[in-house]
């Protein structure tokens, strides 16, 4: 299924962006915005579904994300750029209005790019974050919950670096599968939540796993620690 799937690379802003697509395009375009610790291959699925109903599927890592390039000084990344992004990217391939689905972080630059270019967009479907202000109150939140914690200049960078690329996104990906929102105790990191004896999440295969760790060995975690949590 995923060989159906095309890449190209686009210039944009100076920096490579990685797109995957795939479709006709007969009944408009989708456009697909992933989070973190997504990637294009989160999006795989939901691809295949809307080329074969006509559309025209376009899931591009974000700046600094997977096969994407790095931007010069990535903490000056900001979610405008984000924005940019994707309107260059509608631009090269010519897609004058499209369908925006955005997850997690990646429903804030779908928001944005409705609000801020309502005549390029069609329609917008998000999971997992609803229409908030990015301005959230973190006051009364504990102190080990993981987006504080990831908030923090160098904590998270020195979490992940005891462990190599595959074991991190593996914990991630277990962390993120629970009801529970991954919190550490006083003196426990967030890494530490899971161990190398806890399975996967049964929708989440050691194939997927390979996937995702190979996209992060590329691109590292300076961006995706910076945008979204920081």
Known sequence: MVDKIEHSHLEVGGLSLHIAHVGKGESGAVLFVHGFPEIWYSWRH???AVAEAGFKA???DLRGYGLSGQPTEPENTTWDDLVADLLAILDSLSIP????????FGAWPAYDLALNHPHRVLGVVTLGVPFISRNLDTDTLPEGFYILRWQEPGRAEADFGRFDVRR?????????SRVEIPIAERGQEIMDLADSSTPLPQWFTEEDLDAYAALYETSGF???LHMPYR
Do not use: E, S
């Open 58 to 60: 376009i899931a591009p």
């Open 46 to 48: 939901q691809m295949i």
């Open 97 to 104: 209005k499209v369908f925006v689905v955005g997850k997690d």
């Open 222 to 224: 300076r961006l995706p």
């Open 168 to 176: 991190v996104v593996r914990t991630i990906y277990i962390l993120f």
